[in-house]
């Protein structure tokens, strides 16, 4: 089954509102949470890397104001798309690093974002 | 830059055939390559990974050969089925939970 859940897996919101999604490793330990963009027919685009308990870093580009990332556990970190637009429509997906040991992330499922 | 180039972007074979995915990188700092598959509308999966002090992993019909000298790593898939279509990726990192570095994917198409 699905080591890391992600919720929602889909929604439409209007021009404006502010989406939370959420990602969480369901039987382990995440110190590291991936997030991740997708255009239809394009590879993954890393936005930022969050580590629990401190600030997120951000890749070259992104805008930390529109994209707010909280890591506030070890087995949950939210993506929030504020004041959304139809640009920010795409598919959203985490991933999870487990804490020590030497495992592969874990990736969710996605979230597909339609901003109308 | 781009510090992984995949090829081909896109593969038809048929019901049986190998499908073979390339990959190239750059940075040789980079000891993690794993290959990922992703269907429509899902998150990536991994199939297989390698670390470099290997030349060859095999697990199943999917193999990975990796030429350290070369910078090169490629995807075998063995007696390809029309499940395995799907969309490709390579990648690589400097560790586990380090942040990967993708290919641009390959989207394979297997003919029944």
């Known amino acids: 089954g699905a080591v890391v859940s992600q919720h929602p897996s889909w929604v439409i919101c209007k021009s404006g509102t502010s989406v939370k999604i959420e990602c969480r490793s369901l039987?382990?330990?995440?110190?590291?949470m991936f997030w991740y963009r997708q255009f239809p027919k394009q590879s993954l685009m890393l936005m930022a890397t969050?580590?629990?308990?401190?600030?997120?870093?951000?890749e070259q580009g992104v805008e930390k104001d529109k994209f707010l990332i909280n890591h506030a556990s070890l087995t949950l970190s939210t993506l929030t798309v504020t004041s959304a637009h139809p640009e920010d429509s795409s598919f959203y997906i985490c991933?999870?690093?487990?804490?020590?040991?030497?495992?592969?992330?874990?990736f969710g499922d996605g979230t597909r974002l339609s901003i109308l | 830059q781009q510090q992984v180039k995949q090829s081909p972007q896109s593969l038809i074979v048929q019901k049986g055939g190998i499908s073979i995915i390339n990959c190239a990188y750059e940075?040789?700092?980079?000891?993690?390559f794993p290959w990922y598959q992703q269907f429509p509308g899902k998150g990536p999966a991994l199939l297989i990974a390698?670390?470099?002090d290997v030349s060859e992993k095999k697990e199943g019909r999917f193999t990975i050969s990796f030429n350290k000298s070369a910078k090169q790593f490629s995807l075998h898939i063995m007696d390809s089925q029309p499940g395995d279509s799907a969309t490709y990726f390579c990648?690589?990192?400097?560790?586990?939970?380090?942040?990967?570095?993708w290919g641009l994917g390959t989207s394979l198409a297997v003919n029944p």
């Open positions: 991933s999870a690093g487990r804490t020590g040991g030497n495992q592969p992330q874990q």
């Open positions: 039987d382990f330990q995440a110190t590291t």
């Open positions: 969050s580590n629990e308990g401190s600030k997120a870093t951000y």
């Open positions: 940075n040789t700092a980079f000891d993690y």
């Open positions: 390698i670390r470099p």
């Open positions: 990648a690589a990192s400097d560790g586990n939970n380090r942040k990967l570095i």
